[in-house]
């Protein structure tokens, strides 16, 4: 079965650069399922989890916006930031889901309501993927 290489890029590092089967992305018009050999486009991602499949194996990544550019042999996703599963804390990532409710529920006026929900956004997207680690 034919592959296309997949590279994650944030401004820190490179997060994941491997030869994959399928990316699944959820960009600005909804979710988006690539395979290799699709037709070249650039779209905008949603803070959202991300679905890498290479054979039976299946890899979650949390991506929290960026741009995706897909070629016939390659997607690049440049994010503003992206963890693997296996690195996400789920108590932190529950921590922070709770701050941020906290800080949208309250009634104080200096409250950034729009950094608070993409916060929470955040918070809820790396709960996700981390429940989604990889049993040793």
């Known amino acids: 079965m034919a592959s296309m290489l997949l590279e994650i890029v944030t401004p820190e590092r490179k997060v994941y650069s491997k030869q994959v089967d399928m990316v699944i992305a959820r960009g600005v018009s909804g979710d988006l399922g690539i395979l290799p050999n699709h037709i070249p486009f650039v779209t905008t991602l949603k803070i959202a989890p991300l679905r890498i499949k290479d054979g039976a194996a299946e890899d979650w990544i949390a991506v929290n916006g960026g741009f ?55 918070a809820v997207n790396r709960i996700e993927v981390g429940a989604h680690r990889k049993l040793m």
Do not use: W
């Open 68 to 122: 995706m550019q897909v070629a016939k042999d390659k997607v690049v996703i440049l994010a503003e930031s992206a963890e693997l599963a296996d690195d996400i804390n789920l108590e932190r990532a529950e921590s922070a889901k709770s701050r941020a409710e906290s800080r949208i529920s309250s009634k104080q006026e200096a409250i950034d309501f729009k950094r608070a929900e993409i916060a929470l956004q955040k």
